[in-house]
């Protein structure tokens, strides 16, 4: 095993100093654990074997000793101040450019469709009803205040109750969700 490909086992980059490459091995020697494998036993087979070369990488990454922190490289000093923020700036905007293309294409799919199209519906369905009731409670209101006759304030109550209801069943039919 080369140390390259040691440290590939560990899943860390080459000369990691020695914390992270201690970590890593605990990481994986916790997730790769044969005990967390028992309800399968070519599963723990597995496990066991990436467990064994685990350890192998840890002792091949040991015996090569570690970096020391002169090993390490550092962050080029050569760039003043507004170069860091041009680099900066750029590594931005690459990734706006990588998210605005995923969009794009994420946008030409059916399913996107489908999915805003049935948003957009619902939206209006719930300003409709919220209109509808509002209208509903100001046609009330107008009657009751005008009218002083008992049994039309009750004709204007139920149908405005009716109506109530009859707006919750749509808002409520509009936002079941389809699957």
């Known amino acids: 095993m080369t140390l390259e490909e040691a440290y590939g086992e560990l899943e860390i980059a080459m000369g990691s100093p020695e914390a992270e490459v201690r970590q890593a091995r605990n990481i994986l020697l916790r997730v790769w654990h044969p005990d967390r494998h028992q309800h399968d036993p070519k599963l723990k087979e597995a496990a066991e074997k990436k467990t064994a070369a685990i350890n192998e990488a840890f002792s091949h990454i040991e015996s090569a000793g570690f970096p020391s922190l002169e090993d390490i490289p550092k962050p080029n000093p050569e760039l003043t101040f507004e170069q860091a923020v041009k680099v ?92």
Do not use: H, M, Y
């Not at 590594?91 to 399913?111: D, S």
């Not at 489908?114 to 919220?130: D, H, Y």
């Not at 509903?136 to 109750?161: C, E, T």
């Not at 069943?169 to 079941?176: C, F």
């Open 88 to 179: 900066r700036e750029l590594e931005l905007r690459e990734r706006e450019i990588a998210v605005k293309e995923q969009l794009a294409n994420k946008q030409t799919t059916p399913e996107w469709i489908e999915e805003k199209a049935r948003s957009l519906f619902r939206t209006v369905v719930i300003i409709g009803c919220i209109v509808g009731l509002v209208v509903i409670v100001g046609i009330l209101l107008i009657v009751l205040s005008n009218n002083n006759n008992p049994s039309d304030r009750q004709v204007v109550a139920i149908g405005a109750f009716i109506g109530g209801c009859v707006l919750i069943a749509i808002l409520r039919a509009a936002l079941k969700p389809r699957g």
